[in-house]
């Protein structure tokens, strides 16, 4: 039996980038690392791979954050898994609009 080719898609969250609101921007921004990591979970288990998700969480840090990257020796498969990714601009809106960033709003 062949082993799965290893991907990693990495990412990156600046806790300052999440704006004003927040209990805690640093906790609020690794909610939503992993939030981002269950949706692209999803969003590539018809791959045939081995997946590994780096989201890095900046703390105390705000600009811009790099881009989303499929680390793969193979591009055309990279390409097919970036487009399959939910874009991070929506993964934002839905992770605002959840339960679990309603932890974190300073009310």
Known sequence: ???????????????GNLG???TDNYEAALALAKFTQDIWAKDVSGFQADFEFC???QENTSGVAR????HTDDWQQAQAI?????NPSEIWIRFCESDVAG???DN
Not at 1 to 15: F, G, T
Not at 67 to 70: A, D, I, K, L, Y
Not at 82 to 86: D, F, G, Q, R
């Open 20 to 22: 004003d609101g927040w």
């Open 103 to 105: 932890q974190f709003f």
């Open 67 to 70: 881009e989303v990257t499929v």
């Open 82 to 86: 970036e487009s399959a990714l939910t």
């Open 55 to 57: 989201v890095d969480v």
């Open 1 to 15: 039996m062949s082993e799965l080719p290893k991907i990693i898609v990495s990412a990156q969250i600046l806790d």
